[in-house]
């Protein structure tokens, strides 16, 4: 038994007619009428009561017909399931950041492919990049979006990557402090300050880097206390506890209590990379770097 004959049935069976079932098959009526009969010959019963002007289901046939098309139906699924996952329109996407690096694109993103992929199931994961890169190997996370130099501290062989953007680099310093009047500070005007680090998700990430940007000016970093969060960190630096370095893309709410600084330093580039695992198979992780590209564009542009 093929699956065209149980086609073949179900047309019958709706119509009640073979001339007008064989029209909707675009079949020569004989050659149905022939196909129905082996189709009950090949199972051993009638499924069909018919004579010249009437055609009705045997009590086999109905009870034929129901697991029939149960069993069409059931086809007909598979092969729409099947599609969308060949077209990205369906499965799973997961992904890693760390929220405070992408809030300015990343929400923005998810809403926009949430409004193409409705069905695709999104995940997100607070992660440092040495977790997702592990996650990456893992198959646990399909992608990742990493800041440059944790990135590269934890680079292994095999990753696939892309710059979504690059931004500056600045100073978040007390107004009362004597450098707050300068408009442009560099790294070595604060040589003699106190860092503030955040030690976020238990990662010493924030006060490294800071460590390898005052080192490759010259010079070793004094650290103060730590912060856990970001947003805690402009309420310490109004405190007068210290100064610390920040990526342009954090942009806390404007505050008499801080100043943000640009560093002059030609070479201080922040950037956030997408990492994944390169031939990758899913179609949605490629959908999606499509749409946050084009959104990080759109948002570069206007700014």
Excluded at 30 to 52: A, H, M, T, W, Y
Excluded at 94 to 120: C, E, G, M, N, W
Aim: glycine letters at 8%.
């Amino acid at each position: 038994m093929e699956l065209r004959h149980l086609r073949y049935f179900a047309a019958v069976a709706q119509a009640l007619s073979f001339t007008r079932a064989a029209a909707s098959l675009r079949l020569a009526q004989p050659s149905l009428s022939k196909q129905i009969r082996n189709l009950e010959d090949e199972i051993g019963v009638r499924l069909f009561d018919r004579d010249r002007n009437h055609v009705s289901l045997t009590d086999a046939g109905t009870v034929f017909f129901d697991e029939a098309k149960r069993l069409l139906d059931g086809v007909e699924d598979a092969v729409k399931f099947a599609r969308a996952t060949a077209e990205g329109r369906t499965g799973k996407l997961r992904i890693a950041a760390i929220s405070p690096l992408t809030h300015s694109f990343l929400p923005a993103s998810l809403v926009h492919f949430r409004q193409k992929y409705p069905d695709v199931d999104v995940s997100i994961f607070e992660r440092i990049a040495s977790d997702t890169l592990a996650g990456l190997n893992e198959g646990t996370i399909d992608l990742g979006i990493v800041f440059h130099p944790g990135f590269r501290k934890g680079r292994r062989p095999g990753f696939a990557s892309k710059r979504l953007l690059q931004c500056p680099v600045g100073a978040i310093i007390n107004p009362s402090h004597p450098l707050a009047g300068k408009q442009s500070l560099s790294l070595r005007d604060l040589k003699n300050e106190t860092f503030l680090p955040i030690r976020f998700t238990d990662s010493n990430g924030h006060r490294d880097w800071m460590e390898s940007l005052a080192r490759s000016a010259g010079f070793k970093p004094r650290f103060g206390e730590e912060t856990e969060t970001p947003d805690a960190l402009p309420g310490m630096v109004a405190a007068g506890y210290g100064v610390s370095l920040v990526a342009k893309l954090y942009e806390w709410p404007a505050s008499p209590a801080y100043l943000f600084r640009t560093l002059s330093d030609s070479d201080l580039k922040f950037e956030l990379h997408a990492v994944w695992i390169p031939g990758s198979t899913s179609i949605p992780l490629n959908n999606f770097l499509e749409i946050l590209g084009g959104d990080i564009h759109a948002l570069q542009n206007r700014e």
